[in-house]
């Protein structure tokens, strides 16, 4: 039975240098010292990744897994204080609007004992600082640690005890992980796929004078949610969702996509000020039903693209990439491990899943009293504080 003991050598390749490959890599390097390891990506070594301005949101649980990692940005990251969950009025009956004011749900740092919730940076940057930290490691270990970059992967097929990938040459690994996924548009069918028929407008806007500070917003409307991530410089990243087959963003410029956020985001944060142009991106479920095929394991967007409604897919994968690291820090038989992996990795994973494709489908969905019932939820969950702290710390760290 193939095996692998904490002192043996596993060749394992890592397909796909975003910030869940580099991340993934990066921590097999530290806790696996004998593993032979090689990350593959199209990009050239030599394009400069940090200039990448979209936003990730990151939980307190990513953070501090890359903060021991090495890899966190000292510069150009704005910590979450609190996360502020509301529904565009009217959102409850009129009689407890005018007793209790419009439902919402406050999740505050400084309530839960955390420094911080999570935090807001670009995509260039986490790579970009990962990216460092991999090759700072690879120059102190050049015998066991490859970056393959400028290298496209053709084809992984499976070979007895292992994988071979084809980049050019065809090498023998004994473990392959895919990470390398892209955005939903562009990917190729998953055995789950649907289309929400919506699209996310993604750009940035300027906070009124005064805003809270660190405050992440999202505002659920009838055409979908919007969110507002904050930013450095009473800044936010915003997360527009709306139909796509009837598009009430797509014909209006700049001014009047303003004027409509003004009307959909709470006081606290209007009038915003300014606006960058808008891109659209199109967003739907597409998941792979396991994590692992043999000897190939697919981790982030490769193995789950969702919606971003939760703001939740990159930790997602982050915490499959670094549970991967601890299964096969133990050593043992290594198909067990990725059973193992499987099995722990399932209940987060798909609870995530149906919670974003629950949230996503109920915004179509045209019943009487669907808006008041959302909003008493909201109201209800506000008035119950060990619920509440029930799901700031799934939040910030996933299911366990």
């Known amino acids: 039975m193939p095996t692998i003991a904490p002192s043996s050598s596993l060749r ?10 580099l991340a993934l890599a990066l921590d097999a390097a530290q806790r696996l010292p004998e593993a032979d390891i090689s990350v593959f990506d199209a990009r050239s070594l030599e394009r400069d990744v940090g200039t990448d301005p979209r936003t990730l949101a990151m939980s307190l649980g990513s953070v501090q897994w890359l903060q021991r990692l090495g890899a966190w940005p000292g510069e150009g990251v704005q910590p979450i204080l609190e996360v502020n969950v509301s529904q565009q009025p ?18 505050a740092a400084q309530d839960q004992a955390v420094p911080m919730l999570g935090a807001v940076l670009s995509y260039g940057r986490i790579v970009s600082t990962l990216q460092q930290a991999w090759r700072a ?32 040459i065809a090498e023998r690994f004994d473990l392959a992980v895919v990470a390398e996924g892209g955005v939903f548009a562009d990917q190729a069918r998953k055995a789950i796929r649907r289309d929400y028929h919506q699209c996310a407008w993604v750009g940035t806007v300027e906070l009124a004078a005064g805003a809270p500070h660190g405050v992440a917003y999202e505002r659920f409307t009838r055409h979908g949610p919007a969110a507002l991530l904050p930013l450095a410089d009473g800044r936010a990243s915003l997360v527009w969702c709306v139909e796509s087959d009837d598009d009430p963003v797509a014909e209006l410029d700049d001014a009047q996509r303003l004027a409509v956020l003004n009307t959909i985001f709470p006081a606290a944060v209007t009038p915003l000020r300014s606006i960058t142009p808008l891109k659209r991106f199109p967003l739907g479920l597409n998941a792979e039903r396991t994590l692992t095929d043999g000897r190939t394991v697919r981790i982030g967007n490769a193995a789950q693209t969702l919606h971003p409604v939760a703001g939740q897919g990159l930790n997602l994968g982050l915490r499959d990439a670094a549970e991967l690291v601890n299964l096969l820090r133990r050593g043992g ?50 008035a119950m504080p060990a619920l509440k702290t029930a799901l700031a710390r799934q939040m910030m760290f996933g299911r366990r």
């Open 90 to 107: 009217p959102s409850a009956p009129p009689l407890f609007a005018a007793l209790f004011g419009e439902p919402e749900v406050r999740i």
């Open 12 to 21: 394992l390749a890592v397909v796909g240098a975003g910030p869940v490959g």
């Open 137 to 168: 490691q690879e120059a102190l270990q050049p015998h066991r640690l490859h970056t393959r970059f400028g290298t496209p992967v053709g084809a992984i097929k499976p070979v007895a005890g292992g994988v071979e990938i084809d980049a050019g």
């Open 333 to 382: 038989d290594l198909d067990a491990a990725l059973r193992r992996l499987e099995w722990q990795r399932g209940p987060d994973r798909w609870a995530l899943i149906a919670t974003t494709d629950f949230l996503a489908r109920s915004f179509t969905w045209v019943l009487p009293g669907a808006g008041a019932a959302r909003g008493l939820g909201l109201a209800a969950l506000q």
